[in-house]
């Protein structure tokens, strides 16, 4: 079984930064791919940023050039940081994982229970 707990999410004014933590459970590490997910009330989950292994990773467009994923395998965290928040970015952040690369992104079997990010104007 794999847990994932997110933190760092929070209230910040449009423009400014934040910078999203996803601990995964030590033992179960070896995990090939994991993400960020975003959604908002009403609407479906979205991809935000995906990496697989040591490939380079994807982002939406929306994000891409703002937001950074990376990995910390040593201790075993994910990071989200995300620069030049807009009101789009508003929402409840899940990280995912997935032993294997999923299907689709979304078909990842593990999932955290979110962090909520609040932007301003």
């Known amino acids: 079984q794999v847990h994932l707990v997110e933190s760092g999410g929070g209230a910040v004014q449009a423009g400014g930064s934040l910078r999203l933590s996803c601990a995964a459970s030590a033992s179960d590490f070896s995990l090939n791919a994991m993400g960020w997910y975003r959604q908002t009330p009403g609407k479906q989950r979205d991809m935000v940023a995906v990496i697989v292994n040591d490939f380079d990773p994807y982002y939406a467009d929306s994000v891409k050039g703002r937001f950074t994923i990376s990995r910390d395998n040593a201790n075993n965290t994910l990071y989200l940081q995300m620069t030049s928040l807009n009101s789009e970015g508003t929402g409840i952040y899940y990280c995912?994982?997935?032993?294997?690369?999923?299907?689709?992104?979304?078909?990842?079997?593990?999932w955290g229970k979110g962090t909520l990010v609040t932007v301003s104007s």
């Open positions: 995912a994982a997935h032993t294997t690369t999923p299907r689709y992104w979304g078909d990842e079997k593990y």
